[in-house]
């Protein structure tokens, strides 16, 4: 028999939290991208269990798939939002990508780029760009 799912509103209140921290960091680095001339192609793409935060055409017309990251305050001893890009993440980036070039007939260049979003209080303090952020293997 299966257990019923354990529900606490201090949990349903940190995950509420974490999301809208999430939408409004990806909500920035759009806007952030669109100010530097890019074309936002889609956001929140998905396919089966990959999904991408962003994919823009860059001024240069290259197709960047955009892992944006963020974070309340930089002072939590994590290191930046753009370190939390591991091999694991980097590995799904690489096959959504794979997965959605095929999908519009893309072969030409792309690149990975990370964008780091730190929040205060729900307003923007800073934002990276990191450019080239990982190669595929």
Do not use: C
Request: proline share 4%; no cysteine.
């Amino acid at each position: 028999m299966a257990r019923p799912p354990i529900t606490s509103p201090t949990v349903t209140k940190i995950v509420t939290k974490h999301l809208e921290t999430g939408q409004l960091g990806e909500t920035a680095a759009a806007e952030f991208l669109e100010q530097q001339g890019w074309r936002i192609a889609e956001r929140n793409w998905r396919s089966g269990r990959y999904e991408v935060d962003i994919i823009a055409w860059s001024e240069e017309e290259i197709l960047v798939f955009v892992e944006v990251k963020t974070r309340s305050g930089e002072g939590s001893g994590f290191g930046g939002p753009e370190e939390a890009v591991d091999a694991k993440k980097q590995d799904m980036l690489v096959r959504a990508a794979g997965i959605y070039m095929e999908s519009i007939d893309y072969e030409w260049e792309i690149r990975f780029d990370v964008v780091a979003v730190i929040l205060d209080h729900g307003k923007v303090l800073e934002i990276r760009h990191v450019e080239d952020a990982f190669f595929p293997n």
